[in-house]
């Protein structure tokens, strides 16, 4: 069985700040972990994924996680917010074709 | 590459008609494609796994006979709500696997239902 958590529902950091939203998984298998963002009224696109190797992931839009399996983490940041980054996040876990998504984090970009 | 298409994007029904949601694979083949529902401001719930060719499998306590999901060709997979009613009223989004890279899934840009 898999899981996912979302450490807050809502983020507000000032344009330019750091951006940091949590993620933390369960998984009896592998995990191959993602972080998607939904823009409003719009589909899920992939940010970056965690399949195998390199723990450090970079995506797109400068965002990046670090998939870290003593702490069952797979936190995304990025060193500076930019208002275009204001969307629904979500962090999901997968393995076997299907995933398992996270409530999701709003982010909130205060200018 | 992967884009993924749905069609309509939103709808509008009257209670008890049936509507078809479209989802194509424009730039690869899907071997397996998702059906989601998404409840506003909450995260998305699997409804069912589609594989051309084959029936659909649907998660635990969603209606087979009401969702009808058909897997005709590698690059589509249709939704059918039959009999909709005000409680199906939701965002449907759908994904596919291409082949070859099966553990990650391209999403589509959701269809809105609006049952009246």
């Known amino acids: 069985a898999q899981s996912v958590t979302q450490l807050g529902s809502h983020v507000s950091v000032s344009e330019g700040a750091l951006v940091l939203l949590r993620c933390n998984y369960s998984?009896?298998?592998?995990?191959?972990l993602f972080w998607y963002v939904q823009y409003p009224n719009q589909g899920l696109q992939l940010l970056l994924k965690y399949t195998t190797g390199a723990t450090l992931v970079k995506g797109i839009n400068g965002f990046e996680a670090e998939f870290k399996k003593s702490e069952t983490s797979f936190h995304l940041t990025k060193p500076s917010a930019h208002m275009s980054d204001a969307a629904e996040y979500f962090c999901?876990?997968?393995?076997?074709?299907?995933?398992?998504f996270g409530t999701g984090t709003r982010l909130t970009i205060i200018p | 590459g992967a884009v993924v298409s749905q069609h309509p994007s939103r709808v509008i029904c009257k209670s008890g008609t049936s509507v078809k949601i479209e989802c194509r694979s424009l730039d690869f083949q899907a071997t397996t494609m998702f059906w989601y529902r998404q409840f506003p401001k909450k995260s998305l719930m699997l409804m069912a796994t589609s594989n051309e060719g084959s029936k659909a499998t649907y998660e635990q306590g969603v209606e087979k006979d009401k969702f009808l999901i058909n897997h005709a060709s590698l690059t589509l997979s249709t939704l059918t709500v039959t009999s909709a009613h005000p409680e199906d009223s939701s965002f449907y989004i759908c994904?596919?696997?291409?082949?070859?890279?099966?553990?990650?899934?391209?999403f589509g840009p959701g269809t809105r239902l609006l049952v009246l």
């Open positions: 998984s009896s298998v592998p995990p191959y």
């Open positions: 994904s596919a696997i291409r082949q070859g890279i099966k553990e990650t899934q391209y």
């Open positions: 999901a876990v997968g393995g076997n074709e299907k995933l398992t």
